[in-house]
């Protein structure tokens, strides 16, 4: 078992106003600093909550997501069953790169409005920041700050591990190249989460060898 920072996030380029109008912030909005700020739910301007696809098309009224609206919602479903707030926040929020972010302390889930338009970058945010959830939950629990891989690494395709390579630190390497695969697979995340959300998550992924290790030693398998 390794622990990852809280911090697990999706990466893409963009530019939008910086806002000066949280005293919390001191180092200015599009940094560490003020997404530190929205994840400790101290900064909330623009931070509105999502319960289901509907809250997408409102926000994006000319936007078309028919194709994802069913998927999306599995996921969101997922989420509430075990206790994952989901958010549509202002991108001053986000550093430049950041697309979605889930704090595996609070276990919130936070897209930047910025990106979401798009359905194709909506659903695959929402896989990506959704695996990493279910990663927080073969850990044990999502009620700790721990992540661990679900799939074997060698069971990864390796166009996954070598884009996670090249965007990544070397130690995030084999969480982000599973979840970056389940980014772009339709399904795969919704089923870790109902995996999860049902108790079974053990059962439907066996753990890797250092993962049952440490899910025996702390009780959580018998």
């Known amino acids: 078992m390794k622990k990852l920072f809280a911090l697990i996030t999706s990466i893409v380029a963009f530019s939008s106003p910086v806002l000066a109008d949280e005293d919390k912030i001191t180092k200015g909005f599009k940094s560490m600093d003020s997404m530190g700020c929205m994840l400790l739910r101290e900064c909330t301007d623009n931070v509105k909550r999502i319960t289901s696809i509907q809250d997408i098309k409102d926000r994006y009224p000319y936007s078309d997501y028919s194709s994802v609206a069913d998927e999306f919602n599995d996921i969101i479903s997922a989420f509430d069953k075990i206790g994952v707030g989901v958010f549509l926040a202002d991108s001053k929020y986000f550093p430049v790169g950041h697309r979605g972010v889930y704090h595996t302390v609070s276990n919130n889930f936070f897209l930047n409005d910025a990106h979401m338009h798009r359905q194709g970058i909506l659903m695959s945010v929402t896989r990506h920041e959704g695996w990493h959830a279910a990663q927080d939950c073969m850990a044990g629990t999502i009620d700790n700050s721990l992540i661990a891989i679900i799939k074997p690494e060698d069971e990864v395709p390796m166009i996954w591990r070598i884009m996670a390579e090249r965007t990544y630190p070397e130690h995030a390497v084999p969480w982000e190249a599973e979840a970056g695969w389940a980014g ?26 250092l993962t049952r290790e440490y899910l025996e030693k702390e009780g959580y398998i018998k």
């Open 184 to 209: 772009r697979t339709e399904g795969m995340t919704a089923m870790a989460l109902e995996a999860c959300a049902t108790g079974a998550m053990w059962e439907i992924y066996e753990p890797t060898p």
